[in-house]
């Protein structure tokens, strides 16, 4: 008898145990037209929880504990659904259907030239005028359990920002009890097309951006990475970071190097604005990158499929943007890590392609797991 009921309360227990991640659903305001944004807070159990918005299916943020346990926000952000628009930095959104740089706003396939809109200076940055993180995506499946989940859609019209084919991107955000938060995108394409989707969450461990993050310490599992010209697009060059200030293959505060101005591509990137091409075969989920705060002992680990990371500093923030919590944002106080296939791929033959055809299902996964030291 007494075994029965232990054995009950134990069911009770341990299925709130093995269920405690949570989709919650909530409002995240509306945009200066009106239009209403919805959000999806996903918990666990372990203290973490992060906010997804429709608005660009953006990580809003990501609440995080440091050694001490304290809760707090490692992403760069918006208070407000308008200022996202507004104020284009891309904070933790998702970009598409192009991440980064095609070089002159043009590619061509198949024999036929298609143009882009050139939004950065002479090239095409970010899907355009009006890519995917400008755009309402639909929240079409929310799920609780062993890990939470959301699952948001955009359709893209075809000819829309110049891309070729109607185009349905998806994205699920999971969040499990080991404080791993895995994003899967998804996309497929009526016609054949180039796609790059990714997040561009901007990452500053110290919590609330407390700090800049020139005393993060990174690793790069990268032996290589893409030179670039003075508008920020590949040469082509596959380049050694041995004996560079781009070599992070072992644990390297993000200051240590960024001002050496005899390396010409620190100073045509401002810093690090640079595609790493990851070691190891892309497809597999493998480490591509650590980061880690001596200070709050925040430590993310970075697994992803795709074939490079771009690794960008925050070098454009000029103090003139102010984000969560009435905080301006400056050159340094955060680290991107947006894994992908390279910038301006469609525009070089011998990178991994960024070709979509019908009847393909594109995947592009990655995973941000914390713990602390
Ligand atoms: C690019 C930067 C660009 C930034 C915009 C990064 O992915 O590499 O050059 O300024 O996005 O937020």
Request: charged share 20%.
């Amino acid at each position: 008898m007494k075994s029965a009921i232990l054995g009950a309360a134990c069911l009770v227990l341990c299925a709130t145990a093995a269920n405690a991640a949570t989709a919650t659903g909530g409002s995240f305001g509306a945009l200066a037209d009106g239009t209403k944004i919805d959000s999806v807070t996903l918990a666990n159990g372990a203290g973490m929880s992060v906010r997804i918005i429709t608005l660009g299916a953006t990580l809003q943020s990501v609440i995080v504990p440091d050694k001490q346990g304290r809760k707090e926000d490692v992403t760069l952000g918006y208070d407000k659904a308008q200022d996202y628009l507004t104020r284009p930095n891309y904070f933790g959104v998702s970009v598409g259907r192009y991440a980064n740089r095609i070089a002159k706003g043009k590619f061509s396939l198949d024999g036929k030239t298609y143009t882009l809109a050139t939004n950065d200076g002479p090239n095409s940055l970010h899907g355009g005028a009006k890519g995917f993180d400008k755009r309402v995506w639909k929240i079409d499946a929310m799920s609780s359990g062993a890990d939470a989940k959301v699952t948001l859609s955009y359709v893209s019209a075809d000819g829309e920002e110049g891309f070729p084919g109607q185009m349905r991107a998806t994205v699920t955000y999971t969040l499990n009890e080991k404080n791993e938060l895995r994003l899967d995108y998804g996309a497929t394409t009526s016609k054949p097309t180039v796609v790059n989707l990714t997040n561009h969450a901007y990452f500053n461990l110290s919590g609330n951006a407390a700090r800049d993050v020139m005393g993060h310490l990174v690793t790069l599992k990268a032996e290589r990475f893409t030179p670039v010209d003075a508008t920020l697009i590949p040469t082509g060059e596959r380049r050694p970071v041995a004996g560079t200030p781009f070599d992070f293959r072992k644990a390297t505060p993000v200051g240590a190097r960024i001002r050496d101005a005899r390396d010409t591509q620190i100073r045509l990137g401002r810093g690090y604005d640079h595609n790493f091409i990851v070691d190891g075969k892309a497809g597999d989920l493998r480490t591509a990158a650590i980061v880690e705060d001596p200070v709050s002992g925040r430590v993310m680990e970075v697994r992803a499929t795709a074939p490079g990371i771009q690794f960008y500093t925050g070098n454009f923030m000029d103090g003139t943007f102010f984000g969560k919590n009435q905080r301006s944002y400056r050159q340094g106080d955060a680290i991107c890590l947006e894994p992908g296939v390279f910038p301006d791929a469609p525009n070089h033959p011998d990178f991994p392609s960024a070709r979509l055809n019908p009847g393909q299902t594109y995947v592009n996964s990655m995973v941000f797991a914390f713990r602390t030291k």
